[in-house]
């Protein structure tokens, strides 16, 4: 089985290489990208079972990187978690509207990171699988599943 691959994004190089450290210890693949630029270009070699990126940094910062992968259909379900020093409600907010899937602050602490990457990988993992039981399901289908889903959004709820 492979290692699952996390793709780190800060542009403090002492919180990526402490990041790599933990997690390649740990079974991670880890690559790192410097800022919100990077990052989308390194998801569009290659996708990542998670991303763990920070809020503020050069170019783009976190919270619009992480719009961008999630308005993407391709990037879309590749869990993320924001890290940030920054501890606020209003950060926590902006996390959440921005897409991300969790919040972490720094300092890091390394068994709350490992946990964190393990239920991201999960995570990936499970919604990959789903994607793939829908398009054998719609194959077998023959569409149907995404006519009955049309019908239903048409009908509406029931009262």
């Given at each position: 089985m492979n290692r699952p691959y996390v793709l780190v994004v800060d542009d403090n190089k002492i919180t990526t290489k402490l990041m790599r450290r933990y997690l390649e210890g740990n079974g991670f693949e880890v690559e790192e990208a410097g800022d919100g630029i990077e990052c989308l270009e390194k998801v569009g070699q290659r996708i990542p079972d998670a991303?763990?990126?920070d809020?503020?940094?050069p170019r783009l910062d976190g919270f619009e990187t992480v719009r961008r992968l999630k308005s993407d259909e391709t990037t879309r379900l590749i869990p993320v978690a924001i890290v940030t020093a920054?501890?606020?409600l209003t950060t926590q907010l902006k996390?959440?509207?921005?897409?991300?899937d969790d919040f972490l602050t720094k300092p890091i602490e390394e068994?709350?990171?490992l946990t964190k990457a393990a239920m991201l990988t999960e995570l990936s993992h499970a919604r990959m699988m789903i994607r793939e039981l829908r398009s054998v399901i719609d194959a077998y289908a023959g569409g149907d599943t995404a006519r009955a889903q049309e019908l239903m959004a048409t009908i509406g709820p029931r009262s």
């Open positions: 991303i763990i990126i809020v503020m940094m920054l501890n606020d996390a959440v509207e921005s897409g991300a068994k709350l990171i």
